[in-house]
């Protein structure tokens, strides 16, 4: 790798810039830096698996991808057997004779496989577009036929567990499809706009996909009738020649008095009956995110396994009180089991790994994860009285997530964070642990952060396991731990050739002046420790996720890596406020929710600087979008003398202006004594006249998420204190950039180089994908 030094002025990087003739950065300069992108050195990375997908108890498949080729590989536990499904070449030409018309297979974008051993074949997608393939000579594919939803251009539906029909909504009601036949019919008959079935709309997110749980013998379906009459309208208004089309829905903000209310209901498919849960209305709340389904794994309704009651949760509008109930599917009798009351909030696990409790049915018990020791830990209660059988876990770490339950022998599989001693707090490992309680056993001894995916019966799982300096590797263990077989080991060859260079792992010190915050540092390409190099730190405060989402190797980090090769010291440091750590870690910033985060990346940037004097502390830049928006703001008005260069994109930098379900847990509800409210200390706009430094904010002006209101206040508030910063509105964006997300990375790295670095960026260079030119 040719060094950066070699390219820009030394005078630059050393902070002499003032001294001498402006430096310039050049498009040669950028081209080395756009490189070091995901699209770029992705396919330089040979050999790491990322998932794998169990077809039944002992096969699977995964991708292996060797100089950008992907193949399908074929695993049998049982007979300890590996090999490629099909030549990719072949499958390939196959394709090809569909209609697919590539011919380079780096970029054949392979998606999915579902393979049925008994013929042979597999329905493999690849681009959004469905094949049905033979695995066997001659080797043909035919495009998978349209389905009639995707006909009319309606949503798939939810399949039931049998793959016989799914459920979708129509008109307010719910459907319901037979995936043979395509005949449809209809469930509810009461529906309304605003008052409909099965209702996916937050307000900040929603989608027409039906909010459903098919029950396990594919009978029945728990869900409720969403209630958002009397909810405020939100609107988008587009930008074009003539009239703009303008885009309404219901979104109600922090403090509205009314808020989506839902009421629970289980239809029976067969007849057509629809069972109102005999409660009161429900909030649209759940245990975990701020939203009434989080993710794609179990929710706040589970089935028992013979389908005749239902377990679920009530949350209160602060997350304060989480109660769990269960109801009768024929009667809809309800009955309470337990509640538990937090003083801060309430969370069932972790965002990215969903919601953790668990219904037991065939052993009449909830397993129930709760951070009521300050840590987050499994509790067995009894279903039937509510009573408190035992500690599962216990300890100065946390169960990330289950893994597999036994519920015959009470065996389980977890994945747990920070037990093992001095490896990194975030790092998951594999252990097994028993229902009856006692010391859990590590089985996955790598001190690396893992991920394990188990077989239907939990007697195997697909361990994958890498550093942020490490490529994934990949073996087949057995339930014990014990090892199979190596699948695939992560080779970072190609990609060091090019220049990549992996980032430091580090632990800095918090704001609290006791406690670690751990982090990344991506130093400077050509490293001179002689010299001084402008720092940019990158920020995502919490208290959901933190600044780093995963330990698990990726070859960019997003552009971490490109600024590096600029010239800059990035640094991302997760805060304290942010989850994985103990719950005081977590609600360090409770009702304090302005700072979120920022003090310790000031705290941890001066102790990094103290041990690393090529740190330039008189030129450090934050950036972050969304919620790093709002810190990267708080952060140029909060601490004016330490931070000189902001870029704060898309920003809730008011949580008033922003929805309800979020800051109402976790700075809680909105109080208001005339004068002044709780929720004054969070707002930037009214810290944006201590701003001294340079500052550019951006938005999407179609932003359906964090409405675009919210930066404006700030934009009003800098103009009434008289003060120069900079704007960036996307008008065809929401709150991702979409197609002009390059723009804003371009933009952003100019906006450094020039302010922060003191340099001159070239004009207007174009980032694009390999092959695209520019």
Partial sequence: MRLLASCLSLSLIAGTAAAQQRPVVTDADYSRAMRQLGPWTGPLVDHAVRSATWVDARRFWYIDTNRGVPTIMLVDAEKGTTAPAVDTGVLLGALNAAGLKERDATKLGLSGFEPDFAQNSAVVSVRGERYACALVQPYRCTKAPETPAARRAEPAGVVSPDGRRAAFVRDWNLWVRDMGTGAER??????????GYATDNAGWQRSDRAIVIWSPDSRKLATFQQD???????????????????ETWKYPFVGDKDIFKIHRVIVDVDAGAVTRLKMPVDLHRSSLCDDIVCGDGPQDMQWAKDGRTLAFVSTSRDHKVETVR???????????????TVP???????????????????????????????????YLYDARTGKLLRQVTRGQWNVDHPVHIDERTGRMLVAGVGRERGVDPYYRSIYAIDLKGGTPTLLTPERQDHIAIPSSDGRYFVDIYSTPQEAQTAVLR????????????????????AGWQAPESIAVRCSDGRTLCHGLLFKPAGLDPARKYPVVDYIYPGPFTGTIPSRQFSAAAGD?????????????????????????FQDYYYRDMGKQAVPDQVTGIQDLARRYPWLDTDRIGIWGHSGGGNATAAAMFRYPDFFKVGIAESGNHDNRNYEDDYYEKYLGLLKNDGKTTNYDLQANQDLAKNLKGKLLLAHGMLDDNVPVSSTLLVVDALQKANKDFDLILFPRARHGYGDQSSYMMRRRWDYFVEHLMGATPPSEFRIVGPGAGK
């Fill in 326 to 340: 269960i109801a009768d599917a024929t009667t809809g009798a309800v009955r309470d089991v337990f509640t538990e």
């Fill in 560 to 584: 971490a890596g490109a600024l590096a090769q600029l010239g800059f010291a990035v640094v991302e440091i997760d805060g304290m406020g942010t989850p994985r750590r103990s719950k005081a």
């Fill in 344 to 378: 801060t909030w309430f969370d069932s696990g972790y965002n990215d790994e969903g919601i953790n409790w668990r219904y037991l049915s065939e052993r009449g018990e909830i397993l129930w994860w709760s951070q009521r020791d300050d840590w987050g830990h499994y």
């Fill in 228 to 246: 958002q009459r009397a909810v405020a309208d939100f609107s988008t208004t587009t930008t074009q020649v003539g009239h703009s089309v303008v």
């Fill in 478 to 497: 057995r339930a014990d731990g014990a090892v199979v077989q190596q699948l695939a080991k992560g080779d970072l060859t190609r990609l060091r050739a």
């Fill in 186 to 195: 209809q469930l509810t008959t009461d529906g309304v706009k605003d008052f």
